[in-house]
């Protein structure tokens, strides 16, 4: 079956969609080409996922482009991914503000190549006044890291304010990840057909609905994200409650 905006209730969108976008590897293989030509046609499907998930009205959409755990790839694939992310920056800076999207990054970014840290501050600093969608990248990211740091920074404020650390609560928690200004996603989307979230926003996924595509991330198209949005409006989100429940109210 081939999905259409048609079968998508407009009505009842998640506010923040999370992907990983996996298989770009596989993908190259595929096709007798080194990694990287997986990683630069996986660019595409970006600008896809990015351009159609605007238009229909999302808020939020945050990409798992790199993981603390990629460094451990080859250097040399590690030193492309670095490149072309410079480069795609400097070059989609321009559609970003023509579709009103602002540019966002999480992460431990420190710790990326000084020539990355710029071409993406860059690109946050030139899309900062748009306010259709939020594009966050989660660039050298990993879901312990960021509860790790959210508690360091915890500790230090209690130590400041003199407050009792056994009186911090879920939202004072929240308030301290990395992704505290904006809600946590409804949908998350992982392609290449593996079924697990490695290790991305695992605190904010408690309630996620997880849809996994056996597609790999270069042929993730508009009709690859209508299918995903369609799965998550047919079912059914209860939050610990009973249908019946859910009924009722």
Known sequence: ??????????????EHVAIIMDGNGRWAKLHNQPRI?????GVKAVREATEHSARLGIKYLTLYAFSTENWNRPKLEVNALMSLLVETTAK???????????LQAIGDLEKLPSRTRKALQDGIDRTAHNERMTLTL???????WDIMQAGRSLMEEAE???????????????????????????LLIRTSG???????????MAYTELVFL???????????????LYIYQHRERRFGKT?????VT
């Open 37 to 41: 030509f997986g990683h630069r046609n």
């Open 160 to 186: 400041r304010t003199g407050k009792d650390f056994s009186e911090i609560n879920e939202e004072d928690w929240q308030r301290h990840m990395s992704t505290s200004k904006m809600p946590d996603p409804e």
């Open 194 to 204: 593996e079924n697990r979230i490695s290790n991305f926003l695992l605190w904010q």
């Open 138 to 144: 989660a660039l050298n990211y990993s879901g312990r």
């Open 214 to 228: 056996d597609i790999l991330w270069p042929d993730f198209t508009k009709e690859s994200l209508y299918e995903a």
């Open 243 to 247: 249908s019946d429940q859910l009924r």
């Open 1 to 14: 079956m081939i999905y259409t905006e048609e079968h998508i209730d407009t009505g009842n969108l998640p």
């Open 92 to 102: 989609e800076v321009k559609t970003l503000n023509k579709n009103n999207i602002r």
